[in-house]
């Protein structure tokens, strides 16, 4: 038996291997609060659903290459020789006839904690070696703060850090917590997470005399142990909260006007628009009363608060507006570079936020040089697939889509992040060519045309950290591959081959010497900043090593605020953009110059429930939703949907039975959970249950996707995000035998 320390997203872990299996998985003995995910990796290992050699679709392989109905045919198992020719001859053909710009490489996802083998950057670099491809900007978690916050703040990465969380710990008397502060959503972080540390310091902070106040559908979307105050606006109305909030601070004068007259611009064109936004208006927008949303405009005055916003709340239709206003709030208050006061984005998002900065990220592999200069805000990728030349506005540019004729996916699962799934299937559709690398037989390898079997972290040599965490894993492979399975780089190598260019792509390196190499260039770099780590071979057969910080007791703007002339901002004026001169010039109605209130228009569609698509507890995303933990939750084999009991009585639904949840764009099966936890008017499916659809029927799923039923519309012109979080539905009683789960065994091969 081996046991050695490995990373996960979810966190850090020690393990006994037989050589082919995990015999056992246990947390990391120096992660405070292990997150029980970790359930899931031995148990999803050697699944059925696990792709067991290279497949192609029937279709494909008979036909050749073209728009096709992707999704329900067979797939025909073929040898690695034959697989790689195949596809080496399509790349061939599709950039000799059309070019790189018929090309989308997608692998948008958390594809893996190790660093060399980050999927992500292994096929774009491959890609890259070719001639390039179409990229996707942004993301799904935070794509409409990636775009506005610049313009506002002037940076992302800062806020991403944002003030450390021993500063909070010891300074902030009042967590304001737009979103929640949720248990489960900071037990991962990108890249992984050593020590999982939020709780502790939340604690602390309670223990010292901080108050909190979560404001979300969920009660449990903050710790329990924090007390915190619940307060339940109406999905979608948090922006109408902070205006009337703004407006007690502006009437009441409560602003901290020196600090707006020094350190932001904009605010008297923003002030007027206040007038109206009374708590009485705010009462019957949000449900909130008037008197508490008086009251705690005041709290928030008197005390050192800090405001944060989770990035749910920008995953709905104008997400910009609430970041936006909860930075304007944060500047009336005049805290902005304050210890444990101003402003947070994420904190409860995700693991790392409020982590202090390294001083250099862990070593990674050169995606090399794109020459193709398209690209599209990444949560549009139906439309592009759908509407090819069709021109669209994006973060005040006019752009066109191109026309893609071949995506490359590896890593990441679209049918997990993406919204209107029926509509997604269309738009995989059109294609002349879909590849998919994936260790399991998700919808992303379901709707392809050639799927490669490639490793989990398990299964290869890597080295691994998250993007704020100060621990460096050594990540020797703990098992040999399951089935055929393959890792990225060596499939991109061999296909570089076939096509002339394995002298760019692996620059005649393996994949260990790649490892001592990126490992060895990194530790020369931190040297020359004065710090000494271990040469390679100690860190491989050692413990993880500890990355020293850049700024262990950070404060969000510390710097700007003692001198905003010295220290400017990178936006326009250099200061907080309360009314933004550059976003008005754009001319977007749904974007204007300082943040507005705007109703979404999912509230007009005659569904009478407010469906929250947020996170899992039991996974990360759809991530080992065959695993033994993930499963585990499962009702009745579908995914559970939390209801509050009067909403169920008042429908005639009983807990633990399977309920549909419908709307105009689709329906989903879910298993029925009663619970007080979930505001009245409210239901809560997770995101991440294996799309399972109808075959007849792509906008049914059987198993609980709630993206059967989300929008695939913008959260404005200004960022083109996605709005996945919030969508309103009925739910029913489900009549007949609900359809066997197919979404976790693999699909049919000809011939049964």
Known sequence: MTVTVQLAHWGAFEAESDGKRLTEVRPWRADPAPSPILGNIASAQHHPARIDRPHIRKGWLDGGPGPAERGGEEFVPVSWHTALDLLAGELRRVYAEHGPRAVYGGSYGWSSAGRFHHAQSQVHRFLNTLGGYVRSEQNYSYGASGVLVPRVLGSMGNLLSGTSSSVLARHTELFVAFGGLSPKNSAVAPGGIGRHDLGSWLSAAHDRGCRFVSLSPLRDDTFGALGAEWLAPIPGSDTALMLAIAHVLETEDLCDREFLAR???????????????????????????AGRIRSLAREMAASRTLISVSWSLQRQQYGEQPVWMGIVLAAMLGQFGLPGGGFGHGYGSTGDVGKPPTVASAPRLSQGTNPVEDSIPVARIADM????????????????????????????????????????RRAFGRPDTVVVHDPFWTASARHADIVLPTTMAIERDDYGSGGNDPTLFPMPALTEPAGQARDDYTVFAELAGRLGVAGRFTEGRTAGEWLRHLYQDWRDRLATLGHELPGFDEFWSGEPIEVPLYEPERVLLADFRADPQRNP???????????????????????????????????????????????????????????????SAKVADREPVRMHPADA?????????????????????????LSEEVAPGVVQLSTGAWYDPDPEDPAFCGHGNPNVLTADRPTSTLAQACTGQHAMVEVSSYDGEPPPLRAHSAPERPGG
């Open 649 to 673: 009585e008042a429908r005639g639904l009983r807990e633990g039975e399977p309920v549909l949840l419908h709307n105009a764009r689709g329906r989903c099966l879910a298993g029925l959970v």
């Open 569 to 631: 901002l990178r936006t326009p004026s250099g200061r907080i953009e309360i009314y933004s001169e550059t976003i008005a010039g754009f001319g977007y109605p749904d974007c204007q110059g300082h943040p507005m209130w705007f109703e979404p228009e999912e509230w007009h569609s005659g569904y009478p429930l407010h469906l929250i698509a947020n996170q899992p507890r039991t996974r990360l995303h759809s991530q080992l939703d065959v695993g033994e933990h993930s499963r």
């Open 263 to 289: 350190c932001t611009v904009g605010y008297e064109r923003f002030a007027p628009y206040l007038a109206d936004k009374t708590p009485e208006w705010a009462e019957r927008v949000t449900g909130i009363p």
């Open 385 to 424: 697939l759908l509407h090819p030349g069709q021109r669209y506005e994006f973060d005040g540019q006019h752009r066109e889509y191109p026309d893609i004729r071949l995506v490359y996916w590896a890593g990441g699962n679209p049918f997990h992040h993406h919204q209107d799934l029926a509509r997604l």
